[in-house]
Nanobody, 124 residues
């Protein structure tokens, strides 16, 4: 499975941006897609995730109510709509996929496939 994330950029605080993650290859083998981020000098953290089947979504507390994760099964693409952006959202965002049937939101060690990150900078 290959993942490609794109859509990052420079946004002012309060603005919006949508990230996309295109999956290719044996995507049918994956169960859940996740977004993670890593800010400079910080650990990578979970942001949001969505199951391919059923569309159950999960969010970290820091983005709940501001970010929305969605998927287009026909296009094998997952999106992360980010509204009300804050400077603390500045990070490199990664999309990832897991083959595991997980009961809830995934941890980074649950993910089997990772895409290259896309950088988001939110200016104050």
């Amino acid at each position: 499975v290959q993942l490609q994330a794109f859509g990052g950029g420079l946004v002012q605080a309060g603005g919006s941006l949508r990230l996309s993650c295109a999956a290719s290859g044996r995507t049918f083998s994956t169960y859940i897609m996740g977004w993670f981020r890593q800010a400079p000098e910080k650990e990578r953290e979970f942001v949001a995730a969505i199951r391919w089947s059923g569309g159950s979504a999960y969010y970290s507390d820091s983005v709940k109510g501001r970010f929305t994760v969605s998927r287009d099964n026909a296009k094998n693409t997952v999106y992360l709509q980010m509204n009300g952006l804050k400077p603390e959202d500045t990070a490199v965002y990664y999309c990832a996929a897991s083959r595991a049937v997980l009961p809830g939101s995934p941890k980074d060690y649950d993910m089997n496939y990772w895409g290259k990150g896309t950088k988001l900078t939110v200016s104050s």
